[in-house]
């Protein structure tokens, strides 16, 4: 006899476990308590709902399983920020960071085991992308957050951004799946405003978002407003050149009226000339946005040097004159390998890969 293989609760829609719950003959209540316990304490076994009968537990546990993420361990950085290693059911790695700032609690999440773009700047992009997170692999990286926020700093998540590992619009309905359940009252409630999906300019997936009229905020990885350049260091966006993401970005702001970011890395000699600031202020112009200067974190490639951060303020300058809005992203926990675009399961240490 061949064994079915048992399905994660959690796939399953309310309607679904409704469904589930009137062929064994329980009352639908049963639905909303069971997800109570999956999707807001976080629970790891049937055995932990305690509000339902034994007799019930033992056939959701003969029907289905629940997988969810295990942290293997974390680590602090001196600035607070706090590096989760995390295993997923099937033995894979990823890891999901919490940064703490004076006013906020910032949830930096993965949406794929490994990635499948070329950045050359980004740790993530030497792993292989191994497979896409599920939505319910998603959301327990912001619970499991949430509750470090709760137990070390005594405050909840403010914040969510998905600048972790992987492209989330390559994974694009797992990744809004999970964040409807983040934002859902009956999930953590987590306002759409708080959310920010980074991407690094996938332009039909941005215009599916449009489509879709998703409520969070845009993020988008610019590095550079010139395509000869940005090939360069991004080189899979020759089948993504700046003019496709210009009219997506176009067509996404004539949808949801909002504002994008670009993430921005100036590199010596790469990106610092003054035709790079004029082509970033041109770029900036097309739609309303703001620029996120982000500092460069070392993952000891000779290829890419930081520049001195007089060099970020006549960028600044420059986008200022043109009334464009820009902020500095000061680096975190880059003393633990925890900051944007270090994550890479610690390819020395306890790799899998
Ligand atoms: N794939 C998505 C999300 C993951 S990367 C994206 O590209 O947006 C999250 C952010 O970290 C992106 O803005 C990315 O460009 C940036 N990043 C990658 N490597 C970095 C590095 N070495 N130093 C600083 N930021 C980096």
């Not at 109570?36 to 932990?48: A, C, E, M, T």
């Not at 191994?130 to 709760?150: G, H, S, T, Y």
């Not at 934002?183 to 987590?190: E, K, R």
């Not at 951060?309 to 902020?327: G, P």
Request: proline share 2%.
């Amino acid at each position: 006899m061949k064994i079915k293989s048992k399905i994660d609760i959690r796939a399953l829609s309310s309607k679904e476990l409704e469904s589930f719950f009137l062929d064994i003959g329980e009352p639908l209540y049963r639905v909303k308590q069971v997800e109570k316990w999956l999707w807001q304490k976080g629970i790891s076994s049937f055995d932990q709902m305690k509000n339902i009968s034994k007799f019930t537990r033992k056939i959701l546990e003969e029907n289905f399983v629940i997988n969810n993420i295990k942290v293997e361990y974390h680590q602090k950085s001196k600035d607070g920020t706090i590096k989760n290693s995390i295993r997923l059911f099937d033995g894979l790695k990823i890891e999901s960071v919490l940064i703490p700032t004076e006013n906020r609690i910032t949830a930096c999440i993965s949406s794929q085991v490994g990635c499948s773009l070329d950045c050359k700047f980004c740790a993530t992009s030497r792993l292989k992308r191994l497979r896409n997170l599920n939505p319910d692999e998603i959301f327990d990286q912001v619970l499991l957050i949430n509750m470090q926020a709760k137990k070390y700093y005594n405050k909840s998540l403010t914040n969510i951004v998905f600048m972790g590992m992987g492209e989330p619009l390559m994974n694009y309905n797992n990744v809004v799946k999970a964040i409807n359940k983040i934002s859902a009252v009956d999930g953590l409630g987590i306002s759409l405003k708080k959310i920010t999906l980074s991407t690094s300019g996938i332009p039909k997936m941005i215009k599916k978002l449009a489509d879709d009229k998703v409520k969070f905020q845009l993020a988008v990885s610019l590095h550079s407003a010139r395509q000869s350049i940005r090939e360069k260091i991004m080189p899979f966006t020759v089948n993504f050149p700046l003019n496709e993401l210009k009219d997506s970005l176009e067509y996404w702001y004539s949808k949801t009226k909002k504002r994008v970011t670009y993430e921005y890395i100036i590199w010596k000699d790469i990106n610092d000339k003054d035709e790079d600031i004029k082509s970033l202020v041109e770029f900036c112009s097309y739609i309303p946005s703001k620029v996120n200067f982000i500092e460069y974190n070392n993952i000891g490639s000779d290829d890419f040097l930081s520049v001195s951060y007089n060099k970020i303020l006549s960028y600044q300058d420059a986008l200022k004159r043109a009334n464009i809005t820009s902020t500095i992203r000061k680096s975190r926990g880059e003393d633990i390998s925890a900051a944007c675009g270090q994550l890479a399961n610690n390819i020395s240490r306890n790799s899998k890969y």
